[in-house]
């Protein structure tokens, strides 16, 4: 067997045009792949940016709720209900809103503000310049130093803006794990601040941050919001819930869907034609070898060793090609929204073992059907 797979190397690799033809046909097929799921995958990441950030572990929302930019106001009885449920550690309000600020060169910029519970501050995002205690100070906000962060002109501590004819002032600059997806800076604030300066409906409210006693008490707490009319839903739940919605509910998925399967037709079109002609034009060597004793099974290993050995080179390549992209285009372009994962890595190979296994059966259906009579004949 073991000289039979290197008789079936040599008979690939010599001949350079078609071999090349075969990487590039994968190789592309993956590359494309592995880049749109990954961008579609740094979308999902992005657009939970701000439950992935706050961190709690429990968010109480109205059911109508799909995303955290569009929440919908709850009334202030429903925090002190939620408070009362037993298996409650605490829960502190969570301001969410959009606002417009103005700078001091009179540039507008549109902002997400978010208000933190004024007593305990939870979901603070880590300070790297600034203290956390003078975002008590009046006018005081604490800006995200993201990929965002210059179209607020680079604040430094100190800084001055306007907000809905309100003065802010820049006392801390923050970092934060994950950037926003819709391309506006962040503010932090206290709670009591963002519902005074922003303008707002009678319930000021976004939602409720609620820490467990224990995990034993999640599925208690669910149940007893629920009974209140609103929805308790975990962070990896909502972030779910948000991923969701902008697979099935907007043309984010289905155009992602279809790039997808484009890619696959190409690869699949382009290796599965060039190891077809590669067959043909070898088909008189493997009847040499069927004469000579070769058995149908191993000229079936040769042919899936063949496509096997320029598949997985081919996914390789594809692979270091496309993340190489994706960290150039992350460090020319920080809001760049891509990530790759091991889900994604998982479909491109399995999509990749697919064209394998199709441009195998072409070859194999060809080369099973050779008559060595046929061959010394012609």
Do not use: C
């Not at 700078?103 to 978010?114: E, H, M, P």
């Not at 501590?157 to 820049?170: C, L, P, R, S, Y």
């Amino acid at each position: 067997m073991k000289g039979i797979l290197k008789i079936a190397y040599k008979l690939l690799v010599n001949d350079k045009g078609k071999f090349a033809a075969l990487l590039i046909g994968i190789t592309f097929a993956t590359f494309l792949m592995n880049m749109v799921t990954s961008m579609f995958a740094g979308i999902l990441l992005k657009s939970s940016s701000t439950v992935i950030n706050i961190g709690a572990k429990i968010w109480v929302m109205d059911p109508a709720v799909n995303t955290v930019q569009n929440s919908i106001p709850m009334p202030d009885y429903i925090l002190d209900a939620v408070r009362s449920i037993n298996g409650v550690r605490f829960a502190v309000p969570l301001y969410s809103g959009a606002a417009l600020v103005r700078l001091r060169n009179g540039v507008y910029q549109s902002v997400s503000i978010l208000g933190l519970d004024d007593a305990s501050l939870f979901g603070r995002p880590e300070l790297m310049q600034g203290h956390i205690e003078d975002i008590y100070s009046d006018n005081a906000f604490i800006v995200v130093k993201d990929a965002e962060f210059p179209k607020l002109g680079n604040p430094k501590i100190g800084t001055g803006f306007e907000v809905n004819d309100h003065t802010g002032v820049i006392v801390g600059i923050a970092r934060v794990t994950t950037g926003g997806l819709f391309g506006v800076p962040t503010l932090y604030t206290t709670y009591s601040r963002a519902v005074q300066y922003l303008p707002s409906t009678r319930y000021t409210i976004s939602y409720i941050l609620v820490e467990p006693k224990s995990t034993g008490d999640v599925q208690h707490i669910k149940e007893q919001v629920k009974s209140m009319g609103y929805v308790a839903l975990t962070k990896d739940e909502f972030m779910q819930k948000i991923a969701n919605f902008y697979k099935y509910q907007t043309g984010v998925g289905t155009n992602i869907l279809l790039m997808t399967a484009i890619s696959f037709i190409v690869g699949l079109s382009i290796s599965g034609q060039t190891f077809y002609t590669f067959i043909l034009e070898n088909l008189e060597k493997f009847g040499a070898l069927k004469a000579i004793g070769a058995r149908g099974y191993e000229l079936v290993y040769m042919i899936l060793f063949q496509t096997a050995f320029t598949s997985f080179i081919g996914y390789g390549l594809g692979i270091g090609l496309s993340t190489l992209l994706i960290t150039i285009a992350k460090l020319r372009l920080p809001s760049y929204a891509a990530i790759i994962t091991y889900r994604n890595l998982g479909m491109a190979f399995i999509m990749v073992l697919v064209i394998a296994g199709i441009s195998s059966y072409i070859g194999v259906r060809k080369v099973i059907r050779i008559e060595p009579f046929d061959i010394f004949r012609g």
